[in-house]
């Protein structure tokens, strides 16, 4: 007898079939990633003076929206036989590759810059059983070591966004943000690292409205963090620094993507620093009460900072919220501190709440 459970999700391959490489059914390893809610921000709408939607991809199966393009990276590496994949990351890669390596019963390496990873992460990846290799030094380093393991020994399958079936499983985030306003967006923020998501993300808008389900495309609005900004600067960094350390990148793989990106649709590449990322977090969690880790507020922080100057978006605004908070809980934890315990007895807890919040009675 076979069981049907209610209400399944299917993942992006199955779901988006039609507009994705061809998958053979025996090979797809599916964690029911994608169909994100995209939440309408009332409270930073008006701040931003425009009306701003959070597509939140923090709620794909590992917490980023990395789980749409791996379910097509690692599904196309069992089609094709591979036993074995690799990966560079400032940590989501590297989860979600673990993860649909696990489904698929494959091995994983991931070679990670060592003492960059957030918490979360670095759980996730020793959980799933990843082989972990820590490197002396920054993921630009570690893409290319990667790249050239792949390339060389030939039984490993890279599953960097440099990989194409990367990019043409997350461009479907595009068609869900369609699909659910009813139209593109006039505007699309996101952060911008490797640059193979707003590369994604273009593709899918363009393929949207040639296939003449719209007229028109978002601007692509792409936000760097100052210190790690070489599409700002127009040159590679080095040392990249920033408090988002999923984004502390030197030299983009998708550079070109990006900037097509950002000239095809009129939009624009700009840096934010530190402490408007974290503050941007910070009125996320605290205003919407949405928590995403420190790189994916690097969106919003680049409409706060466009709408400070008056160059803010008009009509309706999308932004990418790309990796759930508790990835990065060590960001929080810095920040604030626990208060401490108190007895427990009533008239302790009602003096600690009148203390807190004289209007508790
Ligand atoms: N936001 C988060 C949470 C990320 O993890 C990344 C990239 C980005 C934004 C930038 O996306 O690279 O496509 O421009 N993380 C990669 C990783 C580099 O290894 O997990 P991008």
Known sequence: MSV????????????????????????????????????????????????????????????????????????????????????????????????????????????????????????????????????????????????????????????????????????????????????????????VGNAGNITAYWKGFKEWREAGYADTAPRMLGFQAEGASPLVAGRDFESPETVASAIRIGAPASRDGALVAMRESGGLIESVTDEEILKAQDLLAREEGIFCEPASAAGVAGLLKLAREGRAPEGVVAS??????????????????????IEATFEALVGVMQQTEPDAR
């Open 4 to 191: 049907q459970a209610a209400s399944v999700r299917q993942g992006v391959i199955r779901r988006h079939r039609a507009w994705l490489p061809e998958i053979p059914e025996g090979a797809i390893a599916a964690l029911g990633e994608g169909e994100t809610p995209l939440i309408e921000a009332t409270r930073l709408s008006e701040r931003i003076g425009a009306r701003l939607y959070l597509k939140f991809e923090g709620m794909n199966p590992t917490a980023s929206f990395k789980d749409r393009g791996m379910t097509m990276a690692i599904s196309r590496a069992v089609a094709e036989g591979s036993r074995a994949c690799i990966c560079a990351s400032t940590g989501n890669t590297a989860a979600s590759a673990s993860a649909y390596s696990a489904r698929a019963g494959m091995s994983c390496f991931v070679v990670v810059p060592a003492g960059k990873i957030a918490l979360g992460k670095a759980v996730q990846f020793l959980a799933h059983g990843a082989k972990v290799v820590q490197i002396m030094g920054n993921f630009d380093a570690a893409l290319k070591l990667s790249q050239r393991a792949a390339k060389e020994l030939g039984t490993v399958t890279l599953v960097n966004s440099v990989n194409p079936d990367r990019i043409e499983g997350q461009k479907t985030a595009a068609f869900e943000v369609c699909e659910s306003l009813g139209r593109p967006p006039d505007a699309l923020a996101l952060p």
């Open 320 to 341: 990418v919220l790309t990796g759930h908070g508790l990835k990065d809980p060590d960001i929080v934890l810095s920040r604030t501190v626990l208060p401490d315990p």
